[in-house]
C-alpha cells in the first residue's frame, strides 16, 4: 500500500494551466479508471473535483480536467485563479480493494 | 444536502482507546459504502478504512490492521471506528467520507469536517 507519487509543489500565474501527475502501479492506477482528485485549501475537508479519471461533480468548473495513461494520472488546472490555490490528492482504488492516495501537492498561485 | 458530523475525537494515552463516530444526514446511509481517512498534522490523506452498505465487509490499511475496527449502524445513520492499541503516529484528524459506491470503495465524494485524535503521555 505504497503512497501515489505526486510532485510536492507546482506554480502557475493566474490565466495560465498547470498540471500534476499521480503515478502509480499496474496495481492501482493501471488496472482500474477509478482515479480520483481532492481540493483540499488550509483547514477545510477535501473537496472532490475529479472521479472516475475524467468526470467532474457538478459545480466544479469546466477548468479541471482528469486524464490518465498507463500508471499515471494527471489533473489540469486552465485559466488559473487565486481561489484555486491548495493542496490537491489523488486517489485510486487498488487490487487489494483498498484505497491509497497520493502524497499530495501544494498549487501555488503567482 | 449531505451531512457528515464526526464526533469523539479527544487526547488519550499510548496503548489506550477511542472510538470515533460519523453523524450522517441528507441521503439514504443503508444504500453507500463509508470510509474513514486521516490526515496527520501538516501531512497527507491516509486512507484507513472502508465499509460496505450492510456492513458486510471490512477492509484496513495494514497500518491499523488489528488494532482499529469500523463498524455502522443503519438505524442510527451512524459510522464508527474503533480505535485500539493508539500509538503516536495516530495522532490525526479523522475524516469520515461517504463513497459513490455501495460494495467497493472506489471514491469517497462527501467529507465530514474531521476530529481530532491526539495520542500523547
Known amino acids: 500500500q505504497s503512497a501515489l507519487t505526486q510532485p510536492p509543489s507546482v506554480s502557475g500565474s493566474p490565466g495560465q494551466s498547470v498540471t500534476i501527475s499521480c503515478t502509480g502501479t499496474?496495481?492501482?492506477?493501471?488496472?482500474?479508471?477509478?482515479v480520483s482528485w481532492y481540493q483540499q485549501p488550509p483547514g477545510t475537508a477535501p473537496k472532490l473535483v475529479i472521479y472516475?479519471?475524467?468526470n467532474r461533480p457538478s459545480g466544479v468548473p469546466d477548468r479541471f480536467s482528469g486524464s490518465k495513461s498507463g500508471n499515471t494520472a494527471s489533473l489540469t488546472i486552465s485559466g488559473l485563479q487565486a481561489e484555486d490555490e491548495a493542496d490537491y490528492y489523488c486517489?485510486?482504488?487498488?487490487?487489494?480493494?483498498?484505497?491509497?492516495f497520493g502524497g499530495g501537492t501544494k498549487l501555488t498561485v503567482l | 444536502q449531505v451531512h457528515l458530523v464526526e464526533s469523539g475525537g479527544g487526547v488519550v494515552q499510548p496503548g489506550g482507546s477511542l472510538r470515533l463516530s460519523c453523524a450522517a444526514s441528507g441521503f439514504t446511509f443503508s444504500s453507500y459504502g463509508m470510509h474513514w481517512v486521516r490526515q496527520a498534522p501538516g501531512k497527507g490523506l491516509e486512507w484507513v478504512a472502508f465499509?460496505?452498505?450492510?456492513?458486510?465487509?471490512?477492509y484496513f490499511a495494514d497500518s491499523v490492521k488489528g488494532r482499529f475496527t469500523i463498524s455502522r449502524d443503519n438505524s442510527k445513520n451512524t459510522l464508527y471506528l474503533q480505535m485500539n492499541s493508539l500509538r503516536a503516529e495516530d495522532t490525526a484528524v479523522y475524516y469520515c467520507?461517504?463513497?459513490?459506491?455501495?460494495?467497493?470503495?472506489?471514491?469517497?465524494?462527501?467529507w465530514g469536517q474531521g476530529t481530532l485524535v491526539t495520542v500523547s503521555s
Open positions: 486517489s485510486s482504488y487498488t487490487s487489494s480493494s483498498t484505497l491509497v
Open positions: 472516475e479519471v475524467t
Open positions: 465499509i460496505r452498505y450492510d456492513g458486510s465487509n471490512k
Open positions: 499496474s496495481s492501482d492506477v493501471g488496472s482500474y479508471n477509478r
Open positions: 467520507a461517504k463513497d459513490v459506491n455501495m460494495i467497493r470503495g472506489v471514491t469517497p465524494d462527501y
